[in-house]
């Protein structure tokens, strides 16, 4: 069982309002089986006996089988996994498979649940920096070609994106689906 801090012996997970606008929020198993998936995963590393096997596990990975996660949310084994597989597809969290176990983690967990009391304040204050910036930029300068800026989140994704062309339209796709889904599911 993971632990997480606590307050008077209750212990607790970060949610951010900005998952009221998330494509999670809006599917009630979804939504479920990813909040689970928080409250499952560990705040610090420890170590764990899973059968014979020992796992060190890392902040914001737990051990995941399908089948106690249907017990414990009260669905059918094949739905948890879907849904588990969904939050794969969309980098929400990472699986590691083996044939025991999956050793899930939770993508951004230190982002999400660290103890800052705004994680995404930079990135918002970087977005309105740029956006004066480029809207400054552009008055008197029509005829002069500009360099692009790119935000330190985006060029970190782009250095893993396997095709390099195209990186201007990729930054305002990256930026789109930062501003829908949130920089975590990115």
Same mark, same amino acid.
């Given at each position: *069982?993971?632990?997480?801090?606590?307050?008077?012996?209750?212990? !607790?997970?970060?949610?951010? +309002?900005?998952?009221?606008?998330?494509?999670?929020?809006?599917? $009630?198993?979804?939504?479920?089986?990813?909040?689970?998936?928080?409250?499952?995963? =560990?705040?610090?590393?420890?170590?764990? *006996?899973?059968? +014979?096997?020992?796992?060190?596990?890392?902040? &914001?990975?737990?051990?995941?089988?399908?089948?106690?996660?249907? +017990?414990? /949310?009260? *669905?059918?084994?094949?739905?948890?996994? #879907?849904?588990?597989?969904?939050? $794969?597809?969309?980098?929400?969290?990472?699986?590691?498979?083996?044939?025991?176990? #999956?050793?899930?983690?939770?993508?951004?967990?230190? /982002?999400?649940?660290?103890?800052?009391?705004?994680?995404?304040?930079?990135?918002?204050?970087?977005?309105?920096?740029?956006?004066?910036? *480029?809207?400054?930029?552009?008055? &008197?300068? @029509? &005829?002069?070609?500009?360099? @692009?800026?790119?935000?330190?989140?985006? @060029? =970190?994704?782009?250095?893993? !994106?396997?095709?390099?062309?195209?990186?201007?339209?990729?930054?305002?796709?990256?930026?789109?689906?930062?501003?829908?889904?949130?920089?975590?599911?990115?």
């Amino acid at each position: *069982m993971s632990e997480s801090p606590s307050v008077n012996g209750q212990s !607790w997970i970060r949610l951010h +309002r900005e998952l009221l606008k998330n494509y999670v929020f809006q599917n $009630e198993k979804l939504w479920k089986v990813f909040t689970w998936c928080l409250l499952k995963a =560990t705040w610090k590393p420890h170590e764990l *006996m899973v059968g +014979r096997q020992k796992v060190k596990l890392e902040p &914001g990975q737990f051990v995941f089988g399908r089948h106690a996660a249907a +017990r414990e /949310l009260n *669905m059918k084994p094949s739905t948890v996994w #879907s849904y588990i597989k969904l939050l $794969e597809l969309d980098r929400i969290i990472d699986i590691k498979p083996n044939n025991k176990f #999956s050793l899930i983690t939770v993508a951004n967990w230190e /982002l999400w649940q660290s103890d800052n009391k705004h994680p995404d304040n930079k990135l918002d204050n970087k977005r309105t920096t740029d956006g004066q910036q *480029m809207d400054t930029n552009k008055k &008197g300068k @029509e &005829g002069k070609e500009r360099k @692009e800026v790119y935000t330190p989140e985006f @060029e =970190t994704w782009y250095s893993s !994106w396997p095709r390099k062309q195209g990186k201007s339209d990729s930054a305002k796709n990256f930026a789109k689906r930062v501003q829908e889904h949130g920089l975590s599911f990115v």
